[in-house]
């Protein structure tokens, strides 16, 4: 297909096209004369992912470009790719107290069997629980063992849905799928928190005249 | 106690305290002389909240205020405080597409029993689901269910352990355990994913010689 296909198929403005090829992020199609050249199936998945990780997670350049590279690098083992693609995802990947990440480390004990000491999540776990310390609100063995438990189970049926065989597509998968879905999975639980709310306390259901009513 | 009390149990610098009790955060300690008062208990919680607002979830002073006006109003409800907080807690509070939310109401038929289309959580599982669309990653009907399910069962938990009785405390309890626990839940989400997908591809385990090791 020609560049005005990708622009057509993907949705994006040709000017955003052009930047990414420019910038290296999107390969080269093939050339067909000095002004033209030709794309595949693979510009424009690549061009979706881009689009997702910088539009719709938020990535500047800088970091989508990390990802990317990671997820390029034939040398580098899948779940190493997804351990640094998921460092490169981090609210602040350039995090590492290199203390050990000793409350990451004692929570582990009380996620519940499975969970290992493995990086670079676990450096987030400690920077999180570091924060709950602060605010006064430590985690109890109760909250751990059931977030253990039911993440797990969370996990599992993200994992079962992972591509198989193809490299690419499972980091991809599993890069857009750990990004995009963390704000629906807080979502679901604010809902939870509020309809578990609502029947503990005098109901307050939204009328059928529109969401408005229930503000 | 004195301001000087509040700092040594607070931990936060005088300059910082002052300046909330300008800002009309803090409410004024009981005056003893023309340049004295003093404050008790409830300062120091408030203290302990505006800080994790502001420092540790990392709200702008605008949105803090606006919790904290919803905390502070006794004609509103447990459940009402509850929604607005969590509003004033959202990404975007000033989202509100005003379409119906249908993608949240058309989820919430999956999520399970329990779940109703309340604001507004709706709005931010709503916008939520339109950002894996764009990104080529809508949700399955299987991964709603499971979501739904999981996270019923951890808000259920969290629930359980809402003080009772004291309004405030109940609220300030929701509110904190709302923000400050996302990042947990996400960290033990992606640590979970890690550890599956060593268990599927060759494992690469953290060796007891440091957190290094590993990367």
């Not at 999107?26 to 539009?55: F, K, N, V």
């Not at 580098?76 to 480390?105: E, F």
């Not at 006064?136 to 059931?146: I, K, S």
């Not at 993440?151 to 490299?167: S, V």
Request: hydrophobic fraction near 40%.
């Amino acid at each position: 297909m020609l560049i005005s296909d990708l622009v057509e198929q993907s949705g994006l403005p040709l000017a955003r096209i052009k930047f990414y090829l420019r910038e290296g992020l999107l390969s080269p199609g093939q050339a067909t004369s000095a002004t033209r050249a030709t794309y595949d199936e693979s510009h424009l998945g690549r061009l979706r992912l881009i689009h997702a990780l910088t539009s719709v997670v938020g990535l500047p350049l800088s970091r989508t470009r990390k990802v990317l590279e990671v997820l390029d690098d034939p040398r580098i083992s899948v779940v190493k790719s997804l351990g640094q693609a998921i460092a490169a995802l981090a609210p602040d990947p350039a995090s590492g107290s290199g203390d050990g990440y000793p409350r990451a480390r004692a929570a582990i004990e009380f996620l519940g069997p499975g969970y290992t000491p493995t990086l670079p999540a676990l450096a987030q776990l400690d920077q999180a629980l570091e924060a709950v310390n602060r605010g006064g609100f430590p985690a109890t063995e109760e909250r751990l063992r059931v977030y253990g438990l039911h993440l797990w189970a969370i996990a599992q049926m993200e994992l079962e849905g992972m591509p198989q065989g193809d490299r690419t597509q499972a980091i991809e998968y599993a890069v857009l799928g750990t990004a995009l879905y963390e704000p629906v999975l807080t979502a679901v639980r604010r809902l939870a928190h509020q309809c578990l709310a609502a029947g503990q306390f005098p109901p307050e259901p939204v009328g059928p005249d529109g969401p408005g009513s229930g503000r």
